[in-house]
């Protein structure tokens, strides 16, 4: 069965910490690119994080470049985002992508991240 799980949110303060994992299963993770996306209430999904098969390619959002940090780890067919100096406009559910170069999307179900104090 193809699967995306994510995992990891929560309610922080202004300025802390949350790490998200994504675990895959029913199909070969190393030649997917995964990429974290989140919607806000009222706004669109945005791209936050991507990173290619075998991680040689990443990109950010300009809104998280420096404070974000996607990971995978092939081993454990997971993918990760470090997010450090949360703020309130961070809220959002995140969605954890997979994404084949032809084009075969799978989506989790989301994690709700909430940035208050």
């Known amino acids: 069965q193809v699967q995306l799980v994510e995992s990891g949110g929560g309610l922080v303060p202004p300025g802390g910490s949350l790490r998200l994992s994504c675990a895959a299963s029913g199909f070969t993770f190393s030649l997917y690119t995964m990429n974290w996306y989140r919607q806000a209430p009222g706004k669109e999904r945005e791209l936050v994080a991507a990173?290619?098969?075998?991680?040689?390619?990443?990109r950010y959002a300009d809104s998280v470049k420096g404070r974000f940090t996607i990971s995978r780890d092939d081993d454990k067919n997971t993918v990760y985002l470090q997010m450090d100096s949360l703020k309130p406009e961070d809220t959002a559910t995140y969605y954890c992508n997979a994404r084949n170069t032809i084009g075969y999307n799978v989506w989790g179900q989301g994690t709700q991240v909430t940035v208050s104090s």
């Open positions: 990173i290619s098969g075998a991680g040689g390619n990443i």
